[in-house]
């Protein structure tokens, strides 16, 4: 490999050192003259009608400078998402409990929770829906503009599913939940607002699309988008919690800051933050397989409800992943899947690192075990014999080409873990030990990257780059970093372009300001969509420098040039450094910016037959689980999990591992320790001593293993990976337990009292 | 409210502001459960006396016949103490197992105590080592049994001008061997019991204290060579669980009755 290039180095990531000093900026440190703060008054019931509320005694307690309801705001009272069903502040009717009600600016905390004391309101309660089940069986409409409880619904059919159950020699039905899974991200929701010069609105703060936050805040107070700009402070993760409801923490700063001509602060409290903010939906399936002995999957038939909560918000997108990936890496010629996005009286969920694809992962993959244990076949080798190869058909239709890693993730992952040989050690050890039992598991999955055809208009990215005469470079995308490593990465795949020092490339806050709309950061999109931004832009840089090398004579028309080095090279002969031409091009005024618009491939997914290409590619991984059971406490605690995964190209190694890593842990805690309780439909698990996050002690041996299979169209070959490590850790937990104790647990998370009231029943 | 903030710097400015204050004012030791309650809005007290820096009440010392732990000394400075770790097994295991590394260099023993939570950690242990309170006020002393101390969850004797000074444990040899302690917990730190167990064998019995499964800690004794049934019963007479958002009343009993079980079984 050549010593001076980037792409494929673990390079330390750019913002480290600040973070490790902990002098990286965050909203929070955010200081300004006059800053006030804000606070939300909130229902304290799921469903019901506001007869009166009064605001006069909370406007004047001393330090409080607003107080305002749905009737201060200038412009539309909404939060745009999807299908613009919610308002920012409730109008007459409540529909889950912690709406936002009234809007508090104030001095100090201490005001706004006085101000709070002293609003006045009166609730004529309703009927309200509360499971899946409720809203299913229309107790109460949640939202009359949808009759049916039903958000959205999606149906894809495919082959003779009725002859492939006919034909099968095993069917396999069962039913299976999940609960909510919360974001934990360490830095909770967090916005100031500003004017700016000329009736502009400065917005600062934690997210993960500026675009959107843009939109919600010229939509609340009625102005145009470009008089609002969003600036992305450091953000301290968001894993699809700071996907759509930043937009409403902005709004609120943005109209106490209108109202009080101040500048506001709104940061939530970790209480506040989980009691109100986006979850991974709740999810029930019923899931029904068909086998041939040999343990080819012959069909599949799948009901999928989410548990959306008060409003669409992301439902329509998270569903559509989760229905799409529904059978998972594997062929099957009869499927018929249907998606129901379900309204209850709680509040709204969202995206979270998978999006929708957790849950009937764990169905599906529980079900390919059940298969395998009942076809007396291992359950590596049931996953190798239906996984995708060149050429296969997925659900809807679509033919896979290229950069197919799953055989590779099954075999690599295989052999790293030793499962064979784990499976004789972990007998003797089940031999010796009464209390303890270990079991192992696997579980394989595919991902489809970026937005896919949901994504629609979506789908694009710009970026601006600008080189100074010092020959350092700048750019600007309109994706966010959030902790993952984005910066770091595109600063590798941009220096490589340009064949210099990644020390001289700098990535510039990322703003509305300086490129125009690029979509959201999700979808594990932002390597794919801005490094090919990048590249497009560097191309049209480095054309700018070969004509303007041309026409000084400097290099001859037609001949190979090279960028590489911190050098230009003509046909391998060295000719000028990077930055002497960049300084004797600034001196000849040559253009040394450009912005760029990158469209990935169309896809061709028609939604009224849910057939056609869904996503332009594909990302696999494959897990490998031990786990150990004891018997005295229903316990489960993982000893070594090992995550085979391909995503075309790591451009950063040890970030992409960190990627793993984390999100592996973030599924250890989806299936073993994070457990939503509710009350009704409020939340009682609110911080952090009930709602239980893995620790280190928890974890076990995690062994991140990358599988590289490069893909054309990606920047360098890379396609997307970031929500992959979470996705399917859950059923491999699962299925390693059934693997120790021979009972199944077909809830999420996999509790330890579930697993005792198995022992119990027996 | 506006609290009021005293720091004392000794016993007796300690016992003197106690005296003043009574029951309007609580003692703030690693604070890790007042503030907590404070900032939960569980708790808003009118005087806070800091006894941070209250000497006299720290340190582990070896008496004669007693060990004595002043109730200032922290669950780090228990762990750390090689007597403990050997001699006094189910405390340094209940140390051991506390909160995260952080609580544990703040919290101390004495709040644990005071906060008389059916989970709390050392407790179990105090109890089968059959621990005194001593207790102090500007008027006087007491020594109590720590079986007396409490009332129930949250409740103690304390009196309004009382603190407590130190635990006296009498001394024993309660090794690795011999005793131990059992926490369940929904994950390997910070994580409140579900329930705990401390147990140690004398002779040809084993002695059990459990926490989280009745009002204040329950005790038991079992001879070794009890049977299934026998062993059922004492356990059951001794607890009470209930249903809570950690666990069932039935997991708790079925959970309590497997580490009796597990623990017999393993000291035959
Ligand atoms: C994240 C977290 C994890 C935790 N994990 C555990 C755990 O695993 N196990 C466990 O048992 N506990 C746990 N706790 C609770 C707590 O840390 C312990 O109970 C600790 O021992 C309390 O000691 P403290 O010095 O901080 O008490 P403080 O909060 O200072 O005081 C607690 C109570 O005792 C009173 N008090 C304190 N000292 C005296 C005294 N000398 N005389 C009279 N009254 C006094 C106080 O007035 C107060 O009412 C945890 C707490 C947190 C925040």
């Known amino acids: ?68 309801t749905y009737k201060d705001i200038p412009g539309r009272n909404l939060v745009p998402v999807v299908f613009d069903d919610q308002p920012l502040l409730v109008e007459k009717r409540i529909r889950y409990y912690g709406e936002p009600i009234a809007l508090i600016a104030a001095e100090s905390y201490e005001a706004i929770e006085e101000a709070k004391d002293k609003i006045e309101i009166e609730v004529e309660k309703e009927p ?106 450091t953000t301290g993760g968001a894993f699809g919690g700071k996907e759509d409801v930043p937009s409403i923490v902005a709004e609120i700063a943005a109209l106490l800051s209108y109202k009080t001509k101040k500048p506001v602060k709104y940061i939530l409290s970790r209480e506040e933050d989980i009691s109100v903010m986006s979850k991974r939906h709740p999810a029930y399936i019923e899931y029904e397989s068909a086998f041939s002995k040999n343990g080819a999957l012959l069909g599949v038939k799948v009901n999928y409800y989410l548990d959306a909560g008060a409003y669409s918000t992301l439902t329509p997108i998270v569903l559509w992943r989760g229905v799409i990936h529904a059978i998972g890496p594997y062929t099957c010629d009869a499927v018929e899947i249907n998606g129901y996005g379900m309204a209850t009286n709680k509040v709204p969920c969202g995206a979270y690192r998978g999006f929708g694809t957790p849950q009937i992962i764990f169905a599906g993959e529980s079900q390919m075990d059940i298969a395998a244990e009942k076809l007396g ?89 600008s080189i100074s005469k010092d020959g350092s470079v700048q750019f600007a ?40 709309d690029s979509g959201p950061t999700v979808a594990s999109r932002a390597t794919f969509i801005s490094g090919n931004a990048i590249k497009l832009a560097a191309e049209r840089l480095k054309s700018n420098l ?129 457990d939503m309780i509710l009350e009704g439909g409020k939340i009682l698990s ?77 | 409210m506006n609290n009021i903030f005293i720091n004392v710097n000794n016993l007796n400015d300690l016992l003197t502001a106690k005296n003043e204050y009574g029951k309007k004012a609580k003692i703030l030791a690693g604070g890790t459960d007042l503030v907590v309650r404070m900032k939960n809005k569980m708790m808003d007290p009118e005087v806070i006396i800091s006894i941070r820096k209250v000497d006299e009440l720290k340190g582990i010392h070896s008496k004669k016949n007693d060990l004595i732990i002043g109730s200032l000394t922290t669950h780090s400075e228990i762990e750390e103490n090689s007597s403990i770790k050997k001699n006094y097994y189910p405390l340094f295991q209940a140390v051991y197992s506390l909160g995260s590394p952080q609580i544990r260099n703040l919290g101390t023993i004495g709040g644990n105590i005071g906060n008389a939570s059916p989970s709390g950690d050392t407790i179990p242990p105090l109890y089968i080592m059959d621990a005194k309170i ?30 407590i000074h130190s635990i006296i444990i009498p001394k024993g040899r309660w090794t690795k ?40 800690i329950s005790t038991t004794e079992i001879k070794k060579n009890a049977n299934k049934k026998k062993v059922e019963k004492e356990v059951l007479k001794a607890i009470s669980p209930i249903d809570d958002i950690r666990g069932s009343k039935n997991y708790r009993r079925d959970v309590i009755l497997n580490i009796v079980e597990k623990i017999k079984n393993d000291n035959p």
């Open chain 1, 377 to 465: 076949i291992d359950p590596v080798k049931i996953r190798e014999i239906n996984a995708f190869k060149k050429g296969d058909i997925t659900a809807t239709g679509q033919k896979l080409k290229d950069s197919i890693g799953i055989r590779d993730t099954i075999r690599v992952g295989k052999k790293e873990f030793k499962w064979s040989a784990r499976k004789d050690k972990i007998e003797k050890f089940n031999a010796k030990n009464k209390y303890k039992k270990r079991g192992i598991g696997a579980a394989s999955m595919f991902y489809g990257v970026g937005l896919g055809a949901r994504g629609g208009p979506l789908q694009k990215g710009s970026a601006l780059i």
């Open chain 2, 134 to 163: 001593k207790l102090m006020s500007k008027n006087g002393e007491r020594i109590v049994d720590i079986k007396n101390f409490f009332k129930g969850p949250g409740k103690t004797i304390l009196k309004d001008d009382e603190i």
């Open chain 1, 477 to 516: 995308v309109g994706t966010t970093e959030m902790g993952q490593g984005m910066y770091t990465v595109l600063s590798q795949i941009a220096a490589d372009y340009f064949g210099i020092s990644v020390e001289n490339v700098s990535p510039s806050r990322v703003t509305t300001e300086k490129v125009s």
């Open chain 1, 546 to 674: 070969i004509k303007f090398m041309i026409k000084k004579g400097i290099v001859k028309k037609g001949s190979k040039i090279e960028f590489k080095n911190e050098k230009i090279y003509e046909t391998g002969r060295f000719i000028i450094g990077f930055k002497e031409l960049s300084e004797k091009a600034w001196l000849n005024r040559v253009k040394m910016i450009e912005a760029s618009w990158y469209l990935p491939s169309m896809t061709t997914y028609n939604n009224k037959n849910g057939q056609g290409d869904a996503y332009v590619v594909y990302s696999y991984t494959t897990n490998f689980v031990e786990i150990e059971v004891d018997l005295v406490t229903y316990q489960t605690t993982v000893i070594s999990l090992y995550s085979a995964e391909e995503f075309g190209k790591a451009i950063n190694p040890t970030l992409a591992e960190g990627q793993i890593e984390g999100g592996t842990v973030q599924g250890i805690g989806y299936s073993l320790y994070e």
């Open chain 2, 177 to 216: 061997k011999i005793s131990g302690f059992y926490k369940v917990g929904k994950r390997n730190a910070l994580a409140i019991g579900v329930v705990s167990v401390a147990w140690i064998i004398k002779e040809d019995t084993i002695r059990f204290s459990f926490g989280g499964v009745s009002p204040t």
């Open chain 1, 128 to 233: 309200r829906v509360i499971t899946i089940e409720e809203s299913i069986k229309k107790k109460h409409i949640v939202n009359k503009r949808f009759s049916e409880n039903i958000f959205q619904e999606y149906h894809i059919k495919r082959g003779g599913v009725k002859e492939a159950f006919q034909n099968a020699d095993l069917i396999i039905k069962n039913k299976y939940s999940t609960n909510y899974q919360e974001h934990a991200y360490l830095e909770t929701q967090s916005m100031v607002a500003s004017h700016d010069l000329n009736g502009r609105f400065s917005i600062f703060g934690s997210m993960q699309c500026p675009f959107y936050v843009q939109e919600g805040v010229a939509t609340i107070l009625g102005i145009d988008l470009s008089r609002v700009t969003v600036n992305l402070m």
């Open chain 1, 1 to 68: 490999m050549d010593k001076k290039k980037y792409v494929g180095r673990s390079i330390v990531r750019k913002d480290g050192e600040e973070k490790v000093k902990g002098s990286s900026i965050y909203t929070d440190d955010i200081i300004l003259s006059g800053l006030l703060f804000a606070g939300v008054y909130r229902s304290n019931v799921e469903s019901g009608k506001i007869i009166k509320l009064g605001i006069e005694k909370a406007k004047k307690v001393p330090g409080v400078k607003a107080v305002l």
């Open chain 1, 686 to 762: 609110n911080n952090f001593s009930t709602y239980l996050i893995p620790t280190i002690m928890d974890i076990g041996e995690l062994k991140p293993i990358i599988v590289e299979k490069p893909f054309e169209e990606g920047p360098f070959g890379a396609k997307g990976m970031g929500e992959m490590p979470l996705m399917a850790i859950a059923p491999a937990i699962g299925n390693a337990i059934y693997s120790a104790t021979k009972k199944r647990l077909f809830n999420l998370p996999l509790r330890s009292e579930d697993l005792y009231n198995e022992f119990k029943n027996k």
